[in-house]
């Protein structure tokens, strides 16, 4: 079985931090280009972050720039997104997935379940 699997999602007050996990199991990330996108009620799924295979190379949405970091640790197979200073807007479904192409374009082939984050007073 090849999964992402998708954790740490959840009801959080404005302003407020979150960190969202990405596992894998049935492969291993460590060659592969791993990204971050969401996707908000009526609205088309968005990018949010990119990382290299190395973890030297990142890349971030507008929207997101200077208050989400994306990492990896490529030794637990996991990566991860830390999300501070968060808004309403930043309410969505949020999914990892994988891939060869590093960017924010919708090239990934594999894809976790998604994980709900809600930003509410």
């Known amino acids: 079985q090849l999964q992402l699997v998708e954790s740490g999602g959840g009801l959080v007050q404005p302003g407020g931090s979150l960190r969202l996990s990405c596992a894998a199991s049935?492969?291993?990330?460590?060659?592969?280009?791993v990204a971050w996108f969401r996707q908000a009620p009526g609205k088309g799924r968005e990018g949010v972050a990119c990382?290299?295979?190395?973890?030297?190379?990142?890349q971030y949405a507008d929207s997101v720039k200077g208050r989400f970091t994306i990492s990896r640790d490529n030794a637990k197979n996991a990566v991860y997104l830390q999300m501070q200073s968060l808004k309403h807007e930043d309410t969505a479904i949020y999914y990892c997935?994988?891939?060869?192409?590093?960017?924010?374009?919708?090239?990934?082939?594999?894809w976790g379940q998604g994980t709900q984050v809600t930003v509410s007073s």
């Open positions: 997935a994988a891939g060869k192409i590093y960017g924010l374009g919708l090239t990934y082939p594999t």
């Open positions: 990382i290299s295979s190395s973890g030297l190379s990142t």
């Open positions: 049935g492969f291993t990330l460590d060659t592969l280009v």
